[in-house]
């Protein structure tokens, strides 16, 4: 009887990282609450790729247009409808290799978007080695 159960319980121990990380690029379609809740971000596909835009703010958060652009003749288009994810390309545990624009700062990373088994989504942000990661929860 043990000799059945070792195997078996390895086989456990072994798939567990797996499945608590598994989750398809497609579960990332949607919207989503950011992490401060200031906002909400619609991915969907685009083509092969995935892209998100602000379609949702809140407006006592901030200013309504992208004032921290670098590039001044942007600072006056709307937040509402501003495409900040782009470029993504599909990986085994969700979307990488694309790019976040963040308008709080004006800046751009480096982006993944990481779907996590419990219904959220990692959206993480690179500029060289430095990273951080927010936590998205879906609206929808």
């Given amino acids: 009887m043990n000799r059945h159960i070792v195997p078996l319980l ?16 497609a579960a990332a379609f949607g919207v989503w609450a950011t992490q401060d809740g200031n ?22 958060s901030g200013p309504s247009t992208d004032v921290k652009n670098p590039d001044a003749a942007l600072r006056t288009r709307p937040l509402i409808g501003l495409r900040i ?26 982006s993944e978007l990481l779907p996590q088994t419990d219904g959220t989504l990692r959206v993480k942000g690179c500029m060289g080695p430095i990273c951080r990661t927010e936590t998205w929860r879906r609206v929808r």
């Fill in 39 to 60: 906002g909400h971000v619609e991915i969907a596909p685009c083509g092969a790729s995935a892209c998100g835009a602000i379609v949702w703010g809140d407006r006592s």
């Fill in 85 to 110: 994810l782009e470029g993504y390309s599909a990986g085994a545990a969700g979307w990488i290799n694309g790019r976040v624009y963040d308008p709080k700062s004006g800046n751009t990373y480096r």
């Fill in 10 to 25: 390895a086989l456990c121990v072994a798939l567990t990282p797996i499945a608590a990380t598994a989750s398809t690029p």
